[in-house]
């Protein structure tokens, strides 16, 4: 029988071995220089921004907006200053039709119904939000007024010769029922972030201080003493909520807020966070990481958790955080995205504004 073994190794075992030695480290020197090391975060923030900065023009302007406000508060880097200038003159022309419009009889009514009319009902929370809206009469234009007018404080534009008879618009917003709204158990259960937000737009105009009402009333519908027992819409819009009272007292990241005024939201944060990684999606517990990073808490252990969750969540291909049923839409997926940003990479200084008061 003829032996399996080749006359060169049969003869030559020392340097057979030596030769398949040689050609085993090979490989592994080939292997290792292929390998690919674990992204840092920092890393993976880089890689986000640059394919949201790369594919920027093909945005919704509303992605635009808010994509470029935020990166522009945690860089203040001037790249962003040319969208939001667009945004401002936009914003500008806009608020100058509504406050032309109300001077007409039914225009604020007119105004509530068509955006009624057009509130998307693709999901059941949109579906549900579209009804209550729907029983509040202009409180959907009212809302949205006071949402314009505080981004335009904000960008240094609420004044009378960016917008003359600005006194009008606040002697309409000035009587609307806000404080029934903020505080209705019906609101809360689905609206709680917009709750948060639109207590704070109020106390920024100079509106109306209902800060502590509708904290208060958002604790009495969602005491902890109910979490068990709450479904995953219904702990998702606490968590969602909670988190928009520490941004919106931000100002949408323009400054930090006190640890101490928020430590029943920060606490129920650290006590439920095994729960918040689970039941959430990557939009509400990056918010979650950012209300502690906000409150200057960046070295709290619910950081280091959120972060690690979207290291684990990101797609190194699409060079971004994928929706919750794996979407790399980046036009829906920019909220989560730019937070994702934000998280992962925190800055030692935000940057208020832009003003655009030079103007």
Request: charged share 25%; proline share 5%.
């Amino acid at each position: 029988m003829r032996s399996s073994v080749s006359g060169y190794e049969a003869y030559h075992p020392l340097q057979s071995r030596l030769r398949w030695a040689l050609l085993w480290l090979l490989c592994c020197l080939v292997v290792g220089c292929a390998t690919t090391y674990p992204l840092s975060q920092q890393d993976i923030a880089a890689e986000i921004r640059a394919r949201y900065d790369t594919a920027f023009d093909t945005l919704p302007v509303a992605n635009q907006r808010h994509y470029a406000q935020r990166l522009y508060r945690i860089t203040g880097d001037d790249r962003y200053l040319p969208p939001l200038q667009d945004y401002g003159r936009r914003l500008v022309a806009s608020l100058q039709k509504d406050i032309a419009g109300l001077a007409q009889p039914g225009y604020a009514a007119h105004r509530a119904a068509g955006m009624i009319e057009r509130y998307p009902e693709r999901t059941q929370k949109q579906r549900r939000r579209k009804q209550m809206l729907g029983e509040w009469g202009e409180m959907i234009f009212a809302k949205y007024l006071a949402f314009r007018l505080n981004q335009a404080r904000f960008h240094g534009l609420l004044n009378d010769k960016q917008l003359p008879e600005i006194d009008k618009v606040m002697a309409y917003l000035e009587d609307q029922p806000y404080r029934d709204f903020l505080t209705s158990p019906d609101v809360l259960e689905v609206y709680a972030a917009q709750v948060a937000n639109l207590t704070y737009d109020l106390y920024g105009l100079g509106l109306a201080d209902l800060r502590q009402e509708a904290k208060a009333a958002f604790r009495a519908h969602y005491p902890p003493a109910r979490d068990a027992a709450l479904s995953q819409a219904s702990f998702r819009n606490k968590i969602y909520g909670m988190t928009h009272f520490v941004i919106a007292a931000s100002d949408y990241y323009q400054h930090r807020v006190s640890a101490a005024d928020n430590a029943w939201i920060l606490e129920a944060f650290d006590a439920q966070i095994e729960r918040i990684l689970a039941e959430t999606k990557e939009d509400i517990y990056t918010e979650v990481g950012i209300s502690f990073q906000l409150a200057g808490l960046t070295d709290h252990p619910v950081v280091s958790h959120t972060q690690q969750a979207l290291v684990r969540a990101y797609d190194p291909e699409e060079r971004m955080i994928p929706g919750e049923f794996g979407s790399t839409d980046l036009a829906r997926g920019e909220h989560r995205n730019v937070l994702a940003i934000m998280l992962l990479d925190w800055p030692r200084q935000l940057y208020v504004g832009p003003d655009f008061s030079f103007q």
